[in-house]
Nanobody
Framework: QVRLVESGGGLVQPGGTLRLSCAAS????????IAWYRQAPGKARELVAS???????TYVESVKGRFTISRVNHRNTAYLQMNTLKPEDTAVYYC?????????YGRGTQVTVSS
């Protein structure tokens, strides 16, 4: 059974930082691309960043230069370092992995950027 557990969200002021973690189990973590999505109230889920098994990363334009995705394969864990946070980054953030064409998501972690 694939399980993804996100942590690290919270309330932060504009300009602040957060580091999200995604702990994975039930998959051969090192061979799968991992992604972070987010969903703000009233909006569609959005792909924020992804990282391939060999560490190649991509980002949505709105977070380039502020967010960094990474992975530590021997810990079965992925991270999303978020710097210079803006109110528009407020959303529930979800970790994603795909196995044999099936998409898996965690339950998400809330990130709120507000003064």
């Amino acid at each position: 059974q694939v399980r993804l557990v996100e942590s690290g969200g919270g309330l932060v002021q504009p300009g602040g930082t957060l580091r999200l973690s995604c702990a994975a189990s039930g998959i051969n973590f090192k061979i799968h691309p991992i992604a972070w999505y987010r969903q703000a109230p009233g909006k569609a889920r959005e792909l924020v960043a992804s990282i391939t098994s060999d560490g190649t990363s991509t980002y949505v334009e709105s977070v380039k230069g502020r967010f960094t995705i990474s992975r530590v394969n021997h810990r079965n864990t992925a991270y999303l370092q978020m710097n210079t946070l803006k109110p528009e980054d407020t959303a529930v953030y979800y970790c994603n992995a795909a196995r044999q064409g099936v998409q898996f998501y965690g339950r998400g972690t809330q990130v709120t950027v507000s003064s």
